[in-house]
């Protein structure tokens, strides 16, 4: 088993910023990628972020510039910087990892509203 524990969210207003961080204990062998998805009401989960074990990113084209993702391998803890946020980044945001031991992993889930 696998636990992952987000925080970091909240109300922001637009333009503003917040730090997600999801930090991750159990049964974890080798952990490969670690990202952030995120879930508007009525929308489908979608990829914000993600970072290999080696510092490889790849962003959602909507957030480039403005998300950076970021990982301590020590703590087994994965980092979302979202800065110049906007009322569209609206959203419920996962923590998801990969690991040799588990696979796939999920966090509960963490809401960001934007909103002035």
């Known amino acids: 088993q696998v636990q992952l524990v987000e925080s970091g969210g909240g109300l922001v207003q637009p333009g503003g910023s917040l730090r997600l961080s999801c930090a991750a204990s159990?049964?974890?062998?080798?952990?490969?990628?670690m990202g952030w998805y995120s879930q508007a009401p009525g929308k489908q989960r979608e990829l914000v972020a993600l970072?290999?074990?080696?510092?490889?990113?790849n962003y959602r084209d909507s957030v480039k510039g403005r998300f950076t993702i970021s990982r301590d391998n020590a703590r087994n803890t994965v980092y979302l910087q979202m800065n110049s946020l906007k009322p569209e980044d609206t959203a419920v945001y996962y923590c998801?990892?990969?690991?040799?031991?588990?696979?796939?992993?999920w966090g509960q889930g963490i809401q960001v509203f934007v909103s002035s």
């Open positions: 159990g049964s974890i062998f080798r952990i490969y990628t």
């Open positions: 970072i290999t074990r080696t510092g490889i990113t």
């Open positions: 998801h990892i990969n690991t040799a031991s588990v696979g796939d992993s």
